[in-house]
């Protein structure tokens, strides 16, 4: 636009824009050496400049030493990003990383991991190349209905031995959107109107780029060992801000009252948003008949919304783990599930079967909460079908005990779960 005044902090911007760049590039050539070799580096090279950039543009930020300072503390305090620093400059002095590539494999009969197998393997092999001459090993004998095999390939930097690369870089993209999101407030001057990256920050705050969410990818394969298959993580997602959300469309759809609508907009705490959620969630259940199973995973200003489909509880195992990887990536202040679930009599249950296989079953409606500093928020309401009319019997709400299917975001969190109810 002609006469518009650009933001001071653009080149800073750029920076970690074309660093993002760089990431998906290395990542479409994760199992191409050379060329993945070549991206990494230059994407490293890349976010660490952005710093440097900002540092050259001070004289924009208002009392720039005492607030980058703070920064600085922060930065210093992450091993990831000390890592960026250290990785950059052995790029720069002494010549490329060493980086290695691992197959690791994940075994688990129920919703926590069983033993981890990693092996050094040559680094064009594909997931699923190695699914197929795991299956020839899967033995035909009765195995649990969840049991399931994650085959992961990851490349592994030696200074930085408990973190993919990439899933590392990701986290530093977060940090560093962070960083320049604070600076443009601290700027002496308002932020020009044409600032896209002010405007994207303010809505979106510390999302990433869709490409690096969903870049797992072809990298990990799922294995169901009942039958053998190879089985994909379907599913649908939408990114909201927290003002965002799209309650006109709601309302009209399933004609909830103002007090849901107020309750999902204005939840000031954890308890207050699942239960306004768990309200929103029984609505729609009352009006479709049915419930998707979903996934709401919150960032400090936004919400992706997933919705997920999972055909039986092998599945169920593999969405829930995709999902806890996505909290991880994200950087994820909290994640809401919401299902419809089997519900089966205490001396049914003590038989060590599942809901579905009593006879005498009933049906749920349920939400499970988990922070990543580990608030615990459970709601759940037994329905019945009346006249193809659904029922609701009274609301029950828990708070603490962490439920088995918030293992796995227990452990991205590096929470201690306590084996509780499935």
């Known amino acids: 636009m002609s006469g518009a005044i650009l933001c001071p902090l653009v080149q800073a911007e750029c920076r970690l824009h074309d660093a993002a760049k760089l990431w998906g590039k290395a990542s479409e050539s994760y199992f191409e050496p050379d060329d993945f070799r070549v991206h990494l580096q230059a994407c490293i090279q890349a976010f660490r400049s952005v710093t440097w950039i900002l540092q050259s543009h001070k004289h924009a930020i208002t009392n720039f030493e005492t607030w980058y300072s703070g920064w600085q503390d922060t930065m210093r305090a992450d091993p990831v990003l000390r890592w960026l620093v250290e990785a ?12 290695k590539s691992i197959l690791r494999v994940t075994g688990s009969g ?22 197929a001459i795991l299956q020839r090993f ?7 209905e969840e049991a399931i095999l994650k085959v992961e390939r990851r490349w592994i930097d030696s200074d930085l031995p408990k973190s993919e690369i990439l899933d590392a870089l990701c986290h530093c993209y977060l940090t560093l959107r962070k960083l320049l999101r604070d600076a443009h407030d601290k700027l002496a001057g308002t932020v020009p ?27 990990i ?24 959300l799209p309650m006109v469309e709601a309302q009209r759809r399933y004609g909830f009252d103002d007090r849901i609508a107020h309750g999902l907009k204005n939840a000031k705490s954890f308890r207050e948003k699942c239960t306004a959620w768990f309200q929103h969630s029984k609505r729609m259940l009352e009006v479709d008949g049915c419930l998707m199973p979903t996934a709401l995973v919150m960032t400090e200003k936004s919400m992706q919304i997933l919705q997920l489909q999972m055909d039986d509880r092998a599945e169920k195992h593999m969405v829930m783990r995709y999902v806890a990887d996505a909290c991880k990536r994200l950087d994820a202040v909290a994640v809401i599930i919401i299902n419809e679930a089997w519900t089966a009599p205490a001396e049914f249950a003590a038989t060590g079967k599942h809901a579905i296989d009593c006879p005498s079953r009933g049906e749920a409606i ?30 029950k709400i828990i708070e603490g005990g962490l439920p088995n299917i918030m293992a796995p975001f227990a452990k991205v969190w590096e929470l201690k779960p306590a084996k509780s109810s499935s």
Do not use: Y
């Not at 615990?376 to 037994?382: E, L, T």
């Open 138 to 144: 899967i033995h035909n004998q009765t195995v649990d």
């Open 110 to 131: 129920s919703w926590f991991d069983g033993k981890v197998v990693e092996k050094e393997l040559p680094p064009k092999t594909r997931p699923a190349e190695i699914c």
């Open 221 to 244: 394969s799922w294995i169901r060992l009942k039958d053998g298959a190879s089985v994909s993580i379907r599913q649908t997602a939408q990114t909201f801000t927290r003002n965002d």
């Open 366 to 395: 349920v939400l499970h909460g988990l922070t990543r500093h580990g608030e615990v928020i459970s709601c759940m309401n037994i329905f019945t079908r009346q006249e193809g009319k659904v029922v609701f019997g009274k609301d």
């Open 88 to 99: 950059r400059n052995k790029i720069e002095k002494q010549g490329d990383l060493e980086a």
């Open 193 to 219: 109107r044409q600032c896209k990256f002010f405007d994207s920050a303010t809505r979106t705050n510390e999302e990433l780029p869709e490409f690096m969410l969903t870049a797992q990818q072809p990298r």
